[in-house]
């Protein structure tokens, strides 16, 4: 088993930055990608980004954020972050970090482990 925690979320005003945290612990050698998903009220879940944990693997952003978001991470602390810039009132969402073995994918059942999800409110 994989667990993922993540912290980081909060209140900020649009145009301002905010950094999420995902912290990987136990099986964490099986894991080959991690990402980041976001769930607005009253819609489905829907991917945001994703990266591979392997030096010089590939890393994909949804159209949505392209160009705004950066998904860095440290290996050494398990932990992937999401960097959130030029924040906009629709990024507003319960923001879900998963993990998963194999290729990276986009789809929400392609992921195996899910923290339980940090709130960002942006507002206008």
């Known amino acids: 088993q994989v667990q993922l925690v993540e912290s980081g979320g909060g209140l900020v005003q649009a145009g301002g930055s905010l950094r999420l945290s995902c912290a990987a612990s136990?099986?964490?050698?099986?894991?080959?990608?991690m990402g980041w998903f976001r769930q607005a009220p009253g819609k489905e879940r829907k991917f945001v980004a994703a990266t591979s944990r392997w030096s010089g693997g590939a890393t994909y952003y949804a159209d949505s954020v392209k160009g705004r978001f950066t998904i860095p991470r440290d290996n050494a602390k398990a932990t992937v972050y999401l960097q959130m810039n030029s924040l906009k009132p629709e990024d507003t969402a319960l923001y879900y970090c998963?993990?998963?073995?194999?290729?990276?994918?986009?789809?929400?059942?392609?992921?195996?482990?899910w923290g339980q999800g940090t709130q960002v409110t942006v507002s206008s």
């Open positions: 136990g099986r964490t050698f099986s894991v080959d990608h």
């Open positions: 998963a993990a998963k073995p194999g290729a990276l994918q986009v789809g929400e059942n392609d992921y195996d482990y």
